[in-house]
């Protein structure tokens, strides 16, 4: 019994990372307890481990090993490259409104005109830049989301990662959208310039070619700068109030233990979190849209050009009231088929416990 209570102490990252089913530790992780409360540990190990990786069921994936980054990595692109495609009319729409208001003057209107111009079919042009960029985008923002968030929590110590978790989650969040956005963003300037401009290209395999001749190849991350200004704040926003909103629900709405809750009710507890934080993000990162749906439109503009044309009550509001669906609706799906995914290969759901600082614990005791 004292070995359990020493192998709880000893393994800080489940208690305030995650949460996942209870299990029984093998016997190598036993002695490696046993041999830590009875070793010293060099001051060098100590600074180097602060946070020590969860335990994993028998047979299950280990958690912050490099099959649990693949495993975060593949369910990243299922997340966002299915969700994203789902919602290419949607996204269609709100990016011609946009760029036309005069001509797609509300969401029904601009459905009647796509519908009328182009049928049926029109409803999914871009699908497959839609599809390869934000697949693309979703394995960088899931996987080193979960890397930076446990490589700054080792920085941090056990104490400070506890104190200033929703810190970790917003750096944590920003460090892998930086990153998520440079693959992004060439199959975002396609998938633009093909929507908005008919006749412009069918999809990914001639536009990507007309779009080169026509701006050069840096022309593809032209759009880099107003990109991160729209995806940084709104993956910040994405993650640090997921994070929080599930743990507040775990805490105040729901009786039970995480552990002890069934995963039909974790998952459903995911996508209610993920639907909330998504109305935040859409609003924080809507004027940063405007700018990138613009930019990408309209050969040789500059944010400027944006500003002056739109306006800057228009660079905030126009098509604000879509994106405020589809993205609630994308964040929801995105978090419910991540956790979903993780839960398939034997991970714990996002979220849930708050972090309780080692030092506290101990005065309990």
């Not at 029109?122 to 490589?151: D, H, I, M, N």
């Not at 008919?198 to 026509?214: C, E, N, Q, T």
């Not at 004027?287 to 500059?302: Q, R």
């Amino acid at each position: 019994m004292a070995l359990t209570e020493s192998y709880r102490k000893n393994s800080l990252i489940p208690s305030y990372l995650y949460s996942s089913q209870t299990s029984f530790p093998s016997t190598a992780a036993f002695n490696g307890a046993a041999a830590a409360a009875t070793s010293p540990a060099t001051p060098s190990t100590a600074r180097r481990n602060f946070v020590v990786a969860a335990p994993s069921e028998p047979g299950k994936i280990e958690m912050y090993s490099p099959a649990f980054y693949a495993a975060c990595t593949a369910g990243g692109i299922l997340s966002c490259g299915l969700t994203h495609t789902a919602v290419t009319p949607l996204d269609l729409v709100k990016c011609n409104m946009q760029i036309d208001p005069a001509k797609y003057k509300s969401i029904s209107s601009g459905f009647g005109v796509l519908l009328k111009e182009q049928g049926i079919r029109g409803f999914f042009r871009g699908w497959v830049p839609t599809l390869l960029g934000y697949s693309a985008q979703g394995a960088c923002k899931f996987g080193f989301y979960e890397f930076f968030k446990k490589y700054y929590s080792d920085i941090a110590g056990p104490e400070y990662a506890a104190k200033y978790k929703t810190l970790i989650y917003l750096a944590g969040s920003a460090s892998a959208e930086f990153i998520a956005d440079v693959a992004l963003c060439p199959f975002e300037a396609v998938k633009v310039r093909v929507q908005t401009q008919p006749g412009f290209a069918r999809g990914l395999g001639d536009g990507l070619p007309k779009f080169v001749k026509s701006e050069g190849a840096l022309g593809l991350y032209k759009g880099i700068v107003p990109l991160w200004g729209r995806q940084i704040p709104y993956t910040m926003m994405k993650f640090a109030s997921f994070e929080t909103i599930v743990e507040m629900i775990y805490k105040h709405a729901v009786p039970t233990p995480k552990d002890q809750c069934s995963k039909p009710l974790q998952l459903g507890i995911s996508f209610a979190g993920g639907y909330v934080a998504g109305v935040f993000c859409a609003i924080v990162s809507h004027p940063a849209d405007n700018l990138v749906s613009f930019l990408n439109n309209a050969k040789g503009a500059t944010v400027g050009d944006a500003v002056k044309k739109l306006g800057l009550w228009g660079l905030f509001t126009r098509g604000l009231p879509l994106r405020i669906v589809m993205i609630g609706t994308l964040t929801g799906a995105q978090w419910g088929i991540y956790d979903a995914f993780k839960v398939f290969v034997g991970l714990p759901t996002t979220g849930g416990v708050a972090p309780v600082a080692p030092a506290a614990e101990l005065a309990k005791v």
